[in-house]
């Protein structure tokens, strides 16, 4: 069991994470073709988790790296996904897209294969909202759009381009009626280049404390 380590300050525990990722392109730059996120075989990223305590962001308990790329097909219920693997080699997400919109089965919280659900569609206004009836009716999952055209700052570098998603999940577990709020998580994607950021505060992110995962380098 791996121990859980108080770190106050995340800045030496950073910097030997860079110098270790050894990543084909160090820079985050953007790729020719407008994509809120990329499906081309091996593109990739990588990424740094960061398990902060609620309500202290200055106290950051635990710091891992995953690194992410686009590695080959499967077909699912007739459909071609992108299998996107881990630095492990095992299966972390399975995406397509359509134009504009993506779809996952296992995108997110999810650790098995769900049906099939849109979580980004980049030609939505702010505001937009669409929502998946999961579980046969005991749970739910809203999207909202709360920024289009926007920028943010990940470490340092400015992004632009930016659209930003809340997500709400509910469910009826309590009474198998009712569907009631339960958390919510934040995801940031940069056109060219992806999802540059993503926020779970507990207990969405599992642990007993906050989850926040942000894009370090990218690979083309």
């Known amino acids: 069991m791996t121990a859980i380590v108080k770190l106050p300050k995340v ?23 407008a994509d809120y996120f990329p499906l081309e075989e091996n593109a990739g990223a990588n990424y740094l988790k960061e398990y902060v305590s609620t309500g202290d962001e200055l106290t950051i308990w635990w710091t891992d790296t995953l690194m992410l790329k686009v590695s080959g097909d499967t077909l699912i219920d007739g459909l071609y996904y992108k299998r996107i693997m881990t630095q492990y080699g095992t299966l972390e997400k399975v995406v397509r897209s359509e134009g ?15 049906r099939e659900y849109m979580f980004l569609d980049a030609s939505l206004p702010a505001g937009s909202k669409w929502e998946h009836i999961k579980d046969e009716g005991l749970t739910k999952t809203e999207y909202i759009i709360e920024e289009v055209n926007s920028t943010y700052v990940v470490r340092g570098i400015e992004f632009k381009d930016v659209i930003k998603v809340k997500v ?53």
């Open 11 to 33: 800045a030496g525990v950073l910097g030997l994470i860079l110098i270790s990722l050894g990543c084909e392109n160090d820079d985050i730059s953007p790729r020719a073709v």
């Open 100 to 114: 504009s919109r993506y779809f996952g089965r296992n995108h997110e919280l999810y650790g098995g294969f769900s």
């Open 168 to 220: 709400n999940y509910y469910d009826a577990y309590t009474d198998g009626e009712t569907l009631v709020y339960k958390y919510s998580a934040e995801h940031v994607y940069a056109n060219g280049i992806g999802e540059i950021y993503a926020h779970y505060p507990y207990p969405a992110s599992g642990v007993f404390s906050d989850l926040k995962i942000s894009i370090l380098s990218s690979s083309k």
